[in-house]
């Protein structure tokens, strides 16, 4: 018997890193490879860049989503949270003058980057205390947190940009670097070492191993002793903090803090993660499936723009993805009866 | 719409043959041949058990009638049809109803609702709640003997009067078959009596029941016929009085289990943990009790009675409003798990799925997931001294795993128990606590779990066992607590302990033994 149980186990294992391993990174190199066939325009290198560029800052802010919905959380904050980093740390570059383009008295960015950063970690902490000590629903906390960030960022900026003009630091940062001669934006290689870390942090440490305990089962992990709440209120913060980075990355490529920094980043980073093979339950999935999904979203949003299709339409796109990105989690875990691809083959246990 | 309440003989009264038979059933999953060529049958008005050991077949085969399942091979014939029911609806508009384990009512809808949801009556574009209502009270009053009002809402109820609710829907539906699944696993002896009565009657009126419980005397009391499965195949389907319990285990586990006194009573030393004046007002008040090393301590009680939410409270897993803990002598302040488990105390929670296991994880990482913090100094976990660690309680333990990989969702129930203890052990806890450390575990691992309760206190360790089976109070305690209505009612020896002993005291009410309460206990031997 127990030989034939660890064979389910193997061929769903199996089946599963076929839908969410291979299969997602098969679909981007496809789309990937239709993009370059078909449009002379999607292989420039500007628009390459861009699209670098653009996977780099929803990469951060996927990347700390990807821990959040590994606990079966969700951070609905994280769009607001760029454009509210962006516009702290601009109004400390840029100093009280507001409205011209000239800095007035402004901190460098070395003080101004960590002070945005830290806000960011320690409201995001906010989240997770609200979600854990105090038993709220993470949904409308981080849907109201984001309100409030969003609405902070607009009144300090007043509704418009904040301008800046990047000094050396903010220009290392946002700029671009020659790797075997070719020129790649320096926030897609951070975005990329965040990656690395996330891994290493996720399958080597013992607070990943409890992000995928406290996702697979939340009270069994508070019973073995794993301070669940503490974990999650970091996860949070992380979350947080990613996503303030994020924001000083877009905030420094445009040179602009305004609210409206982080549209769409929020739907786009949950339709990455799941995408990329994290259930929205908690307590499967990893960091690098989300990456993969990054770039899918960023492709698809690239591809519409060389095929013509229309700027004002891309919410519809955004909306379908993520429609399309959890109709695929519910198909993968084999939610839908009629749907179920035989892949799970139901549960042989009695 | 079936509006009417069943009345009387089924339809089916007249046949004389099966009104079931399932013929040659196979049913494969990735890499398991779940059942193998199983046939059974089931006739009009009879009480048929289904047993084996966990992994058997038995759900398979339910499932299958029951419409979750599509058989691969075979044939089923059910009131001379072919029956191929391609959904659960489709099993339950048949006539097959099945209760499960886990009950299917919405608490907060009331009894009425509950009953007829997915049926509603209608009058004209409205329900008609009025002839709802009283057609679920007649129904409950006349054939459940239940007197409930059926606007309550049924999470009041008790869990023994919940599942007379979905025994009702059952007749609302008018099956002719129901199946119960477990359905004494959280009932009280009285309840579970309760329910007996009403499958007896059930049986009068031409409805068959299909019983599948790991207890083997509720067999022998209720069945008619009794099917054994084993490894996915048939093993035997014998009229109940044809079997003896010594020849049904026999069956199951295909090999015989000396009948013997599992308890190997282990040399008593010092106190290991006190508890003095444990409250939580309106749960548990005023709980004292202590426990030496070497010792196995029962709590027995009914369901309800308090036992479960001592042990949490003691384990740091719930507040407590007073009272104080004392380890080796010295009092302890325990806040939360962590407190507990750095003072050696574990506690193996009664349902192992939802809080003992992270099914997800693999078994190494269950076994090494209270222990992480102290495997290494650094952020970083230490895999070969988790593989090493894991190897050692596999093979202490004869976990029944392929390797460490297997995640745990994939084990039998006992090997889930085990995997929940040597996490337990790995973490060097001298205080054990069981919270129903064989609830759906089947015989051969049951052995197996006692055993190795044996070796723990054998090695000076403590163990309290909070139980609702008395032969199993009476065969491993040194001691038994009786708890009734979140209190101590009584402290009985090894020697005193007696079925009735203890159903005296979890039965009594204020404190004093109520005799009407204990004649209307079953004798579970």
Redesign the interface.
């Known amino acids: 018997?127990?030989?034939?149980?660890?064979?389910?186990?193997?061929?769903?294992s199996f089946a599963r890193s076929v839908v969410s391993g291979a299969g997602p990174a098969l679909v981007l190199i496809a789309m990937a490879a239709a993009l370059w066939v078909m449009s002379p325009a999607f292989r420039s290198p500007t628009s390459l860049m861009l699209i670098g560029l653009e996977a780099a800052a929803l990469g951060l802010v996927a990347a700390g989503q990807t821990f959040v919905i590994l606990t079966g959380g969700i951070d609905l904050s994280v769009e607001a949270m760029v454009s509210f980093a962006g516009v702290i740390a601009a109004i400390l570059i840029a100093g009280t003058n507001v409205s011209g383009g000239q800095i007035a008295g402004g901190f460098p960015s070395w003080v101004a980057i960590p002070i945005a950063l830290a806000l960011g970690a320690l409201i995001g902490a906010g989240n997770g205390v609200l979600v854990t000590a105090f038993r709220m629903n993470p949904l409308i906390v981080t849907l109201g947190v984001r309100s409030i960030l969003l609405g902070s960022a607009l009144v300090l900026s007043r509704g418009s940009g904040i301008y800046i003009k990047k000094d050396d630091l903010l220009g290392l940062l946002t700029g671009r670097v020659d790797v075997l001669g070719v020129s790649v934006p320096i926030p897609l290689i951070v975005t990329l070492i965040i990656y690395v870390i996330c891994w290493i942090v996720l399958k080597?440490?013992?607070?990943?191993?409890?992000t995928?305990?406290i996702?697979?089962?939340e009270?069994?992990?508070?019973?073995?002793?794993?301070?669940t709440n503490l974990n999650k209120t970091a996860i949070y913060a992380i979350s947080g903090f990613l996503a303030a980075l994020a924001g000083i990355m877009v905030m420094g490529r445009l040179e602009s803090g305004a609210y409206q920094n982080g549209t769409n980043l929020t739907l786009m980073s949950v339709a990455a993660v799941v995408i990329g093979g994290t259930a929205l339950t908690g307590?499967?999935g990893g960091i690098w499936g989300t990456l993969i999904g990054v770039f899918m979203i960023r492709l698809v949003d690239a591809g519409l723009v060389y095929m013509s299709f229309p700027s004002q339409a891309k919410e519809i796109m955004i909306g379908a993805i993520i429609v399309l990105a959890v109709l695929i989690d519910t198909v993968r875990r084999g939610q839908i009866?009629w749907l179920t691809l035989r892949l799970r083959?139901?549960?042989?246990?009695? | 719409m079936l509006a009417t309440v069943p009345a009387g003989v089924g339809s089916t009264a007249t046949a004389t043959g099966p009104i079931l038979e399932m013929r040659s059933i196979d049913k494969r999953?990735?890499?398991?041949?779940?059942l193998v060529g199983v046939s059974m049958d089931v006739l009009p008005g009879e009480v048929h058990a289904l047993v084996?050991e966990?992994?058997?077949?038995?759900?398979?085969l339910m499932k299958i009638l029951a419409g979750?399942?599509a058989p691969d091979g075979g044939e089923i014939i059910y009131k001379g049809q072919p029956y191929t029911p391609r959904?659960p609806g489709a099993a339950r508009d048949a006539g097959i109803v099945t209760i499960y384990q886990e009950l299917n009512l919405v608490p907060e809808l009331s009894v009425a609702e509950n009953m007829y949801l997915g049926m509603e009556l209608e009058r004209g574009p409205f329900l008609d709640w009025q002839t709802m209502r009283r057609r679920a009270r007649e129904l409950l009053s006349t054939r459940l003997h239940l007197d409930v009002d059926p606007r309550t809402p049924v999470g009041r109820l008790g869990v023994g009067q919940q599942q007379m609710v979905e025994v009702a829907k059952a007749l609302l539906h008018e099956a002719d078959i129901i199946i119960m699944d477990e359905p004494t696993a959280s009932l009280s002896l009285r309840e579970i009596a309760d329910l007996f009565t009403i499958v007896r009657e059930l049986r009068g009126h031409g409805v068959s029941t299909i019983f599948i419980s790991h207890h083997l005397d509720e067999t022998f009391e209720l069945s008619d016929r009794t099917t054994v499965l084993r490894?996915g195949q048939l093993v035997s389907t014998t009229p109940t009085a044809d079997l003896t319990t010594a020849s049904l285990i026999q069956l199951m586990v295909g090999r015989d289990l000396a009948e013997h006194d599992p308890k190997k009573p282990a040399e008593i030393g010092q106190e290991v943990l006190r508890v003095e004046g444990l409250t939580r007002h309106g749960v548990f008040e005023d709980v004292s009790f202590t426990a030496r090393a070497g010792e196995v301590v029962g709590l027995a009680g009914l369901v309800g009675a308090g036992r479960t939410e001592v042990v949490r409270a003691i384990?740091g897993?719930d507040p407590i409003d007073a009272g104080r803990v004392y380890i080796q002598g010295e009092e302890v302040s325990i806040k939360?798990?962590?407190g507990?488990?750095?003072h050696g105390i574990a506690?193996l929670?009664e349902d192992r799925k939802?809080?003992?296991?992270?099914?997800?994880?693999d078994v190494r990482?269950n076994i090494t997931?209270?222990i992480?913090?102290k495997l290494?100094g650094s952020?970083?976990?230490d895999r070969s001294r988790e593989r090493e660690i894991a190897a050692g309680f596999i093979d202490r333990l004869a976990i029944?795993?392929?390797?460490q990989e297997?995640?745990a969702?994939?084990?039998?129930g006992g090997t889930q128990q085990k995997v929940v203890l040597s996490?337990w052990l790995a973490?060097e806890a001298r205080v054990i606590i069981f919270d129903e450390p064989t609830r759906g575990i089947d015989v051969g691992a049951k052995a197996e779990i006692y055993e190795i309760m044996n070796e723990l206190v054998a090695q000076g360790d403590t163990i309290i066992m909070v139980s609702s089976e008395l032969p199993e109070i009476l065969a491993m305690s040194d001691r038994v607590l009786v708890m009734q209505g979140g209190r101590i009612r009584g402290e009985l020896s090894r020697a005193e302990a007696t079925q009735e002993r203890i159903m005296h005291l979890a039965t009594a009410s204020n404190g004093r033994p109520d005799e009407a309460d204990l004649t209307e206990v079953p004798a579970d031997d």
Do not use: C, W
């Open positions: 018997m127990t030989e034939s149980v660890t064979a389910v186990g193997r061929s769903r080597q440490t013992k607070f990943g191993r409890y995928y305990a996702g697979g089962n009270t069994a992990a508070r019973l073995s002793g794993v301070r307590g499967i009866p083959g139901g549960d042989p246990g009695d | 999953f990735p890499g398991v041949h779940a084996g966990n992994g058997a077949g038995k759900s398979t979750v399942y959904t490894d384990f897993a939360n798990p962590r507990a488990i750095d506690l929670t939802s809080q003992g296991l992270v099914l997800l994880f990482e997931l209270a992480l913090d290494t952020q970083f976990t029944k795993a392929a390797n297997q995640p969702m994939n084990l039998s996490k973490a």
